[in-house]
């Protein structure tokens, strides 16, 4: 890479080439894997590029596409699977200062990648509104960055993954192209973009859907084990008329390491972590019956550095572990709807104490069901292999956080059709992220 000519073109566009500082920034929570950790630890960018306006996005986009310079977006770095490690050097793209609420209108709102998902959510909730779902990471994530690499979160018990129709209206895309190209991306044709690690454009603006704010009360209730507590969180899952945001059984194994939490959670029992609509709380009391005891129950407040329940939750729960175990690792699952409690008894029967189960109620497809993100005791890869397969063997499936492609990392071990045209479309010289959608080729030379 010619360096001084590549900075030459991007003119006035911050940029950092300090090699720790650019290393550091190179890196999100791969480290969760031991297998991406030894794949990906030596991996870095050669300098950052922050534009602070959609233009200086285009300046870069062009820069890099007439030097043939590779180019990775980076946001809060708060993914897991490598999703923002550039595998070839080049630009690393911080689209953090493009953090700018464009628009809102009851139910709708129109804001730049960039912008924290908690500063979105502070400046909706005045007016009635948060957004509809948000990852364990909301306090540094971003929303671009949720969508590019994640799948759901907070939320999803009601309504459904961010893949589900409606969960995102619009995509405003840049191409890597010596001319760049703005795109917007409306409707369905918006899921090019979703958890397609920024390879199939450059997301410089979203139009995301709303919820009505509710005043959310957080909520733990023991249960004598952990079935117990998942035959709760499917019942209060399956009461649509109960206003909820979260529900996760999590294993006894597992709440000794909850640091703050451990004192709601009694040694040897499972736990259910939920947050419920105040209106509701009355109504989710009765359908518990006395069948688990609330332990803890207070509003929903992230003032004072106070953290928040949901960073017990989703994969959270796997971080809780890790700050003082770091031999394991975890597993992202999705359990069948019309079997759910029973394929979650026989999962749980067939690795006992070396896979400790962990839930999250979600609606896929229009159906109840768990997602899991247990945490497993890691020993060797070959292991980890052997469990997946027996997962998927019974019915349980895999989305491998283990592996740092789409194709490899998706259940169905495929990159969409219409993510791999449109990645034809606006990065010929297969630029952006290179390495992350295997089934690529450039056709461009």
């Not at 957080?218 to 109960?242: H, N």
Request: glycine share 8%; net charge negative.
């Amino acid at each position: 890479m010619n360096l001084a000519a590549l900075l030459a073109d991007l003119g006035d566009v911050p940029v950092i080439t300090d090699p720790a500082i650019v290393r550091k920034r190179s890196r999100d929570f791969f480290w969760y894997s031991p297998i991406l950790n030894a794949q990906l630890a030596d991996k870095s960018a050669d300098l950052i590029a922050a534009p602070r306006t959609e233009a200086e996005v285009i300046r870069v986009a062009g820069a890099c596409a007439r030097h043939r310079v590779p180019l990775t977006v980076r946001a809060g770095g708060t993914g897991n699977y490598g999703q923002a490690v550039p595998l070839e050097g080049g630009v690393l793209l911080d689209i953090t200062g493009l953090s700018a609420i464009e628009w809102m209108r009851p139910g709708a709102l129109r804001v730049q990648a960039g912008a924290m998902l908690n500063a979105v959510d502070a400046a909706m909730q005045p007016h009635g509104w948060e957004l509809r779902m948000h990852p364990s990471t909301r306090r540094t994530a971003t929303v671009g960055g949720f969508v590019a690499g994640g799948s759901g979160g907070i939320g999803s018990v009601t309504y459904g993954g961010l893949r589900e129709p409606g969960n995102i209206h619009a995509a405003r895309i840049v191409t890597v192209e010596p001319e760049p190209r703005v795109i917007e991306l409306r409707a369905d044709a918006a899921q090019k973009i979703n958890r397609a690690y920024g390879t199939t454009g450059i997301i410089t603006a979203l139009e995301m859907p709303l919820a009505p704010a509710w005043e959310w009360i957080e909520l733990v209730i023991a249960f004598d084990t952990f079935l117990d507590a998942a035959r709760f969180g499917l019942d209060a899952a399956l009461s649509d008329g109960i206003v909820k945001k979260l529900l996760s059984p999590v294993d006894a194994a597992i709440t000794p390491y909850f640091g703050a939490l451990k004192s709601a959670c009694p040694p040897g029992r499972a736990a259910l972590i939920a947050m419920v609509a105040e209106p509701s709380l009355e109504s989710f009391k009765t359908l518990l019956a006395g069948r688990g005891t609330i332990t803890h129950e207070a509003p929903a407040d992230e003032h004072g550095g106070r953290v928040p329940l949901y960073e017990y939750t989703w994969n959270h729960t796997t971080l809780q572990v890790l700050k003082t175990d770091r031999s394991v690792t975890y597993l992202q699952c999705l359990y069948p709807h019309d079997r759910l409690l029973e394929s979650v008894a026989r999962m749980n029967a067939m690795f006992p104490d070396e896979v400790l189960p962990h839930l999250e109620f979600i609606r896929f497809a229009g159906r109840v069901t768990c997602s899991a993100l247990p945490v497993v005791r890691y020993t060797t890869p070959e292991r980890l292999d052997e469990i997946i397969a027996l997962h998927e063997a019974a019915g349980v499936h895999i989305a491998n956080p283990h592996v740092y492609t789409l194709e490899d990392g998706s259940r169905y071990k495929r990159v969409d059709a219409d993510q791999l045209g449109l990645k034809h479309e606006v990065d010929p010289y297969g630029l952006l992220n290179p390495g992350k959608m295997r089934s690529y080729v450039p056709a461009a030379a």
